[in-house]
């Protein structure tokens, strides 16, 4: 099956600690997304990668980092610096000039 | 930043009914897109209309874009309990476009009762 993979689906962290959150595609897409979503709210732009080994910040950035060493994976890491972590995490993918994003199942994270 | 936002933020309909949704934005756009969420799934994409069209069918999804107003509605006709499902707004400006980069909306909650 083609898709995108998000891995855990829930994940508890304790302050102070980093974290990372899996995200996988065989889609072959070119660009990858990272969003957080807090309760009753849309989407924020966390970073995003429009290709291998180069990567952007998006509008909520500090706190976070990513890499994408493979086209196939763009993991993010909520780190100790990030003081209000606790939401819901999505990875999106798009092909190519297509306008379409498609999203993985997301993670729900909670600092405990 | 929110570029969008979604009217009303929650509805609450009985099965057979139809359901509309709105989002209005705040500058010029390529295109603008809907996506239906799940509780805790994630977004799946429902239908896309560009900048230089007015209406766009899916189904029972019904898509008007109004860009003198700078505002899309969302029609779900004949809705059905299995529509029930939190539905955002995205765009995609001139200057986002190059990166794909969408602009979410804060969403409308659609519950269709039985």
């Known amino acids: 099956d083609g898709g995108i993979t998000q891995s855990p689906k829930y994940l508890f962290r304790k302050e102070g600690q980093n974290v990372t959150l899996s995200c996988e595609q065989n889609?072959?897409?070119?660009?990858m997304y990272w969003y957080r979503q807090d309760p009753g709210q849309g989407l924020r732009l966390i970073y995003y990668?429009?290709?291998?080994?180069?990567?952007q910040k998006g509008d909520i950035a500090e706190g976070y980092s990513v890499s994408r060493e493979k086209k196939e994976s763009f993991p993010l890491t909520v780190t100790s610096a990030q003081k209000n972590p606790t939401a819901f995490y999505l990875c999106a993918s798009r092909m190519g000039n297509g306008d379409t994003q498609y999203f993985g199942p997301g993670t729900r994270l909670t600092v405990l | 930043s929110q570029q969008g936002e979604e009217d009303p933020q929650a509805l609450s309909i009985q099965e057979g009914e139809n359901a509309t949704m709105n989002c209005s934005y705040k500058t010029s756009i390529n295109n603008l897109q809907w996506y239906r969420q799940n509780s805790g799934r994630g977004l799946v994409h429902l239908i896309l209309?560009?900048?230089?069209?007015r209406e766009k069918h899916s189904g029972r999804l019904r898509v008007t874009l109004d860009t003198s107003k700078k505002s899309s509605s969302l029609l779900i006709t004949a809705s059905r309990a299995a529509d029930t499902a939190s539905y955002f707004c995205a765009t995609v400006t001139a200057v986002s476009g190059k990166t794909g980069k969408l602009i979410f909306g804060q969403g409308t909650t659609l519950q269709v009762k039985p």
């Open positions: 990668s429009q290709i291998v080994n180069d990567f």
């Open positions: 889609l072959n897409h070119d660009a």
């Open positions: 209309i560009r900048s230089n069209e």
